[in-house]
């Protein structure tokens, strides 16, 4: 970590003074913070960081840089100090704001979305959710009037054209423009052999004259703008909903997780994309108990097809922090869950000899207790 931040030299201080520390800087950077000195608020923040960095520091300097309007450091920030705490909530909330100033409003909601699912009586971020939540749904509405506007543009366009067009098929459409226009063209036909030979035919060339001009004239049904809209909104909100990224933090696996929990399929392909060994890192202390209800029942569709992998998976989600906690601390219902799924899938299904015994190690840690706590569950 060290090589990583720019640590700055102090051969020059004097002997009998104090070396500075990570948190005396951090307070003096808070104080100047308070007077709105919020340039020299970033200097002490980036040198307590260059001594120590910390989710506070980082989150800290984000907040000088906000007030300075400098977003894209602001938000780089906020990315680090999520990075050293991914449940930090305030740090989600200046990168709410940063990225709102950036115009990245779907990142926004991201983080927006989250960060409620964390804090969800925290007034502040609830606030920031709707205020992204409505800037969002404007600017999708914007966007697919124009969509809607064009559309409607080239209907009418292909209106024109068929009808300049339409009496006049060649090609493979032959058939089915005679088909609709026969009528017509037959009349006019008639007219003009009784035209020549001296006959009226006056009526005939009228009444199906008429009948072209009325079908020409006869308005195609009214398209909605805002039906355009709507679907041009939904078909926005599937494409970036379904475009999901390998997760790096429990952060991104939550959010890719939820965007697809509707399809099963997936969130197979989801969860094969993540080498198993680092599941540890990803989730650090930030696994919680659903989550790893449904990782596991996951798992078990993946082991039917590959169960080398989903062993792997099982073996390294039981080193993720605090595992045999969460596992202790599950409800009635949870470990139920588990046993069904060993019992049903995991000890069921044929696998070789290895991966049979490294099931049946791995169910020691994963399903705790028996039949008597199905009796407690039922009662």
């Known amino acids: 970590m060290g090589g990583r931040y720019n640590r700055p030299n102090y051969s020059t201080y004097l002997n009998d003074e104090p070396m500075p520390d990570a948190a005396s800087e951090k307070e003096q950077g808070n104080e100047y913070f308070k007077q709105k000195k919020f340039a020299e608020a970033i200097e002490c923040y980036s040198r307590s960081i260059a001594l120590s960095p910390t989710a506070v520091s980082f989150a800290n300097r984000a907040m000088a840089y906000l007030k300075l309007r400098r977003f894209e450091?602001?938000?780089?920030?906020?990315?680090?100090?999520?990075?050293?705490?991914?449940?930090?909530?305030?740090?989600?909330?200046?990168?709410?704001?940063?990225?709102?100033?950036?115009?990245?409003?779907?990142?926004?909601m991201d983080d927006a979305e989250f960060a409620v699912s964390v804090d969800p009586n925290n007034p502040e971020l609830r606030k920031q959710y709707s205020e992204i939540k409505?800037?969002?749904?404007?600017?999708?509405?914007?966007?697919?009037?124009?969509?809607?506007?064009?559309?409607?543009?080239?209907?009418?366009?292909?209106?024109?054209?068929?009808?300049?067009?339409?009496?006049?098929?060649?090609?493979?459409?032959?058939?089915?423009?005679?088909?609709?226009?026969?009528?017509?063209?037959?009349?006019?036909?008639?007219?003009a052999g009784g035209a020549s030979k001296g006959g009226s035919g006056v009526s005939l060339k009228d009444n199906n004259m008429l009948q072209s001009r009325d079908a020409k004239q006869k308005p195609a049904p009214e398209i909605s703008v805002q039906d355009l809209a709507s679907r041009a909104a939904s078909r926005y909100m599937s494409s970036t909903v379904k475009s999901v990224k390998t997760p790096k933090t429990a952060y991104d696996f939550e959010v890719s997780w939820r965007a697809i929990s509707d399809d099963p399929a997936q969130q197979i392909q989801l969860l094969k994309s993540i080498p198993p060994e680092s599941l540890p890192e990803i989730f650090k202390n930030a696994l919680s108990s659903a989550f790893l209800i449904d990782i596991v029942k996951c798992t078990a569709s993946i082991y039917r097809d590959d169960a080398v992998l989903a062993v792997n998976i099982?073996?390294?989600?039981?080193?993720?922090?605090?595992?045999?906690?969460?596992?202790?601390?599950?409800?009635?219902?949870?470990?139920?869950?588990?046993?069904?799924?060993?019992?049903?899938?995991?000890?069921?299904?044929?696998?070789?000899?290895?991966?049979?015994?490294?099931?049946?190690?791995?169910?020691?840690?994963?399903?705790?207790?028996?039949?008597?706590?199905?009796?407690?569950?039922?009662?």
Not at 75 to 95: G, M, P, W
């Open 314 to 379: 099982l073996e390294n989600l039981a080193k993720v922090s605090r595992f045999d906690l969460i596992i202790m601390c599950l409800s009635p219902m949870h470990k139920s869950e588990l046993r069904k799924v060993w019992g049903q899938t995991f000890l069921v299904e044929t696998a070789s000899r290895d991966q049979v015994e490294a099931l049946k190690r791995l169910q020691a840690k994963y399903v705790q207790g028996g039949w008597y706590d199905d009796m407690f569950a039922l009662s």
């Open 73 to 108: 450091e602001a938000e780089n920030d906020c990315t680090e100090a999520l990075i050293l705490d991914d449940r930090y909530v305030k740090a989600y909330s200046r990168r709410i704001t940063a990225r709102k100033g950036l115009g990245k409003l779907k990142e926004a």
């Open 134 to 191: 409505a800037l969002l749904m404007e600017k999708m509405s914007k966007r697919s009037s124009v969509q809607a506007k064009h559309t409607i543009s080239e209907f009418d366009k292909a209106g024109d054209r068929k009808d300049i067009t339409s009496h006049t098929p060649t090609g493979p459409h032959k058939d089915s423009f005679m088909e609709v226009d026969s009528p017509v063209r037959a009349g006019i036909k008639e007219f």
